[in-house]
């Protein structure tokens, strides 16, 4: 719509130059409302890229800050993925990984992005600062993780459907080992 804006401005430029008597000062006034609609349905209008994006951003953030409440609305009720076989099972699980203090800080970065509604599929990276007062501390400082993960669209809301840790490929092991010298 930005372009058609210029367009239109290039159009009554035109249009002035060859009928000077019949152009109108509200003739300027067209380029100006286009570019204003095209702000309006860019920021009122939301793709189901952009909602997918939300999605990540969120649960990205609620691990960051140990929220499992925020992380439930998030997840589809059929959740299911190769370690956790229920929506339920993988909040159990986060609520009893993030009981105590393991990161201080998260960023992400989505590498590839495929949409077609009602399904989606990311993969994204997530590179996690642990908190020093952590178990995990002792073992790393940081960690990147690359992440698949498929969405389903519920309504009009995207959720996990399935997530994957695909690297670290060792994280299983230190996940185990961290959990066997804590207990």
Known sequence: MLIVSVGVSLAVAV???LLPQRHKWWFWLLPVIIAIAAFAVDFFVRTDAEQ???VIYKAV????REDVEAMEPLISE???DSATPSK???L???RSWLAEPIIEKNVHRIISLQV???TA?????VRVVFDPHGAVYEYSKMMLFRIQAEFRKEGDDWQFSDVEVVEPADWRIMQSGIREGAG
């Open 61 to 64: 953030r609620a691990v960051e």
């Open 15 to 17: 249009f002035r130059r």
């Open 52 to 54: 997918v994006r939300d």
């Open 88 to 90: 339920q099972a993988l």
């Open 78 to 80: 059929d959740y299911h």
């Open 121 to 125: 599929e990311a993969v994204f990276t």
């Open 116 to 118: 077609r509604p009602p």
């Open 92 to 94: 159990d699980r986060c």
